[in-house]
């Protein structure tokens, strides 16, 4: 839309990245009902973009947390191969941006972080 800032990004490491978030949700859901949820923000008066997946799963503790940001860290039964958030903390810092990883609301967040260049 007219008068909203514009990321520079690689698209397709981007779509990946999200794409490597959202296996990680549907892991941490596993076999029970629950949701995900893609949102989008603008933080720091429009200097950065928020990009957030959500899910309802068995909240993650920090050990756990800390666990994903391994590569090929196998926390649980997993749908990825244990790459998934490490790429997509790469691809967020490849941009100049980070990945948070946390639980706010009863729910766990992945949020990257991404810069909006002038």
Do not use: W
Request: hydrophobic fraction near 40%.
């Amino acid at each position: 839309a007219e008068g909203l800032p514009v990321l520079s990004a690689d698209g397709q490491k981007l779509r990946e990245a999200i794409t490597n978030l959202l296996i990680c949700a549907a892991d941490n859901i596993q076999d029970e009902t629950g949701t995900i949820a893609l949102q989008t923000a603008l933080e720091n008066n429009g200097g950065s973009i928020i990009i957030t997946v959500c899910d309802s799963g068995k909240l993650l503790d920090p050990d756990t947390q800390t666990a994903l940001l391994t590569p090929f860290e196998r926390c649980r039964t997993m749908l990825g191969v244990g790459l998934e958030v490490p790429l997509a903390k790469q691809v967020a810092e490849d941009h100049g941006g980070q990945l948070h990883i946390g639980c706010a609301g009863g729910q766990n967040e992945l949020r990257l972080v991404l810069p909006i260049q002038p």
